[in-house]
């Protein structure tokens, strides 16, 4: 078996005709690495992040965590067992719970990664809106409560679907340099899909190119 934290081996990605990626082989060697996939929208980066947390089957090949396949032709472990993490672009909170316990949700006990809640509502900036719901916020604002959600519940990989994307520019730059931090401090592995390539290459340790349906 693998002796890599992660591994897809000769993926098949596939949502539609068009949007779909193929033959994918990806490696993250170590635990706390940053990965990053760069392409256009509509090209199949959210379906590799569906596939990966189980919500779409895998059509061909392996992914491997921490020596266990989660996904084959004849294996697919379900979305709730993989403690995989996914922080969606678009808004995917839970509209009759305030902002504060939509963030709770994901706590889990019993984790070796020490997160502090406290730390992580103030450098997203959202200390203001906790006692909101979420019709009641800014789709940027929705977007960092559901990335503080997923950080909370300290999973052993980290699936960002364009987790800046909705944020004002002049709030970005800070958010994501202090979101790397916490990622490289509790050792926490993280694949970024994004459009943006300022984004993917000062996020990530090593960023891959979605061309003509195939990871470059």
């Known amino acids: 078996m693998s002796e890599n934290f992660f591994e897809i081996q000769n993926g098949n990605f596939t949502a539609s005709e068009?949007?779909?990626?193929?033959?994918?082989?990806?490696?993250?060697?170590?635990?706390?690495?940053?990965?990053?996939?760069?392409?256009?929208?509509?090209?199949?980066?959210?379906?590799?992040?569906?596939?990966?947390?189980?919500?779409?089957?895998?059509s061909k090949g392996e992914i491997i965590l921490k020596d266990k396949i989660i996904s084959s032709s004849s294996i697919h472990v379900e979305p709730e067992k993989r403690n995989i993490a996914l922080s969606f672009q678009e808004n995917s909170l839970f509209p009759h719970h305030?902002?504060?316990?939509?963030?709770?949700?994901g706590v889990k006990k019993n984790s070796a990664k020490k997160i502090d809640p406290d730390e992580i509502i103030k450098f997203l900036k959202i200390d203001h809106i906790l006692d909101k719901y979420p019709h009641q916020i800014s789709a940027g604002e929705a977007q960092r409560v559901s990335l503080a959600r997923s950080l909370m519940s300290k999973p052993d990989l980290l699936l960002l679907d364009e987790p800046f994307s909705n944020i004002d520019q002049s709030l970005k730059e800070e958010i994501q340099v202090s979101v790397k931090s916490l990622l490289k401090r509790i050792n926490l592995t993280t694949i970024i899909v994004t459009h943006d390539s300022y984004e993917a290459f000062s996020m990530a340790d090593k960023c891959g190119i979605i061309l003509d349906q195939e990871l470059k």
């Open 18 to 58: 068009k949007n779909k990626v193929n033959n994918v082989n990806l490696t993250i060697k170590n635990q706390g690495e940053i990965i990053s996939l760069l392409g256009p929208s509509g090209i199949g980066k959210t379906t590799i992040l569906r596939t990966i947390c189980g919500l779409e089957k895998i």
């Open 98 to 105: 305030s902002i504060k316990k939509n963030i709770f949700l």
